[in-house]
């Protein structure tokens, strides 16, 4: 029977979705230091509605560790489409880390990897004794389902959220979890910046590896594709192999993190002394509720 609770945290998908909440009203909540908190105080706020929601004994943040990673190395053009950081969020990348210190909930990340991959790492560790929860923006982490690993999707607000585990996955999209990173493949992804095969939608990817299980399923019986789809495929061949290394996330990043350094307790005096630095307003009420 698995006791501890481990919330696995996408610290940048939090901060993010913070951030452009208020940004949009131009509401940056600078304090009288001129510093920004806006993303700051957001993220802890979606961080504690989350564990007030799934009580986690053990808590563990990961992170983007820079904007390159081995994916740019395979391909360079890796999420070459997106702009840089507003000059609003910037001072609170550092300032967030230093907030979860102060909780003293570990921040973890690797460089050259991103956080999707340690969250990956980290689950298939501790969900051989855990019941593990990846909090995250990212539909990408939901090829990490199984048993013990759910995935926790942040909806509009907070404390909205569409919660997967293996089962309803595979109900709600009629593939397995291992199957999404073939689907990217084929499909691309737009946000990521790679084109998996051209002319293939998620349409009949889907109906693909419904059929044929995996890419090599599909590759195996090619002459019984429609013309189109074959062409297709055999055009973009390079691609299709290249965007599944793109799709997948690596489990094996070079991170690690005991649960005893990862078990949640908050220290109240050194939380608040923290967010009175901040100036965040009214936070005993609106972030802490627990």
């Known amino acids: 029977m698995t006791t501890n609770r481990v919330l696995l945290v996408d610290g940048m998908a939090l901060l993010f979705r913070a951030f452009y909440a208020t940004a949009m009203s131009n509401y940056y909540m600078i304090n009288s230091k001129g510093i920004p908190t806006n993303a700051v105080y957001g993220m802890v706020k979606h961080l504690f509605t989350a564990i007030e929601t799934y009580q986690p004994t053990h808590v563990i943040c990961c992170w983007d560790m820079g904007s390159k990673t081995f994916r740019n190395d395979l391909f360079p053009d890796y999420k070459a489409n997106r702009g840089g950081p507003p000059e609003e969020l910037i001072p609170q990348f550092d300032l967030a880390k230093e907030v979860i210190e102060s909780l003293d909930i570990p921040n973890v990340g690797q460089v050259g990897y991103e956080a999707d991959d340690c969250m990956g790492t980290l689950s298939r560790i501790y969900s051989e004794h855990s019941q593990v929860y990846l909090l995250t923006g990212d539909q990408d982490l939901l090829q990490l389902l199984q048993p013990n690993v759910n995935v926790v999707l942040l909806k509009k607000g ?133």
């Open 158 to 290: 907070y404390g909205n959220y569409s919660e997967y585990h293996e089962g309803s996955f595979l109900e709600e999209k009629g593939i397995t979890p291992k199957q999404m990173v073939d689907l990217k493949a084929l499909m691309g992804d737009s946000s990521d910046n790679y084109p998996g095969v051209k002319g293939i939608g998620e349409k009949t990817a889907l109906k693909l590896l419904m059929k044929y299980e995996t890419i090599e399923g599909i590759l195996e019986n090619l002459e019984e594709l429609t013309k189109g789809q074959r062409t297709k495929i055999e055009q973009d061949l390079d691609m299709l192999h290249m965007s599944r290394k793109l799709a997948a996330i690596h489990c094996e990043a070079g991170v690690d993190c005991s649960l005893e350094e990862a078990l949640f307790y908050i220290n109240d005096e050194k939380m608040g002394a923290k967010f009175d630095e901040l100036e965040f307003k009214n936070w005993e009420k609106n972030i802490v509720r627990m």
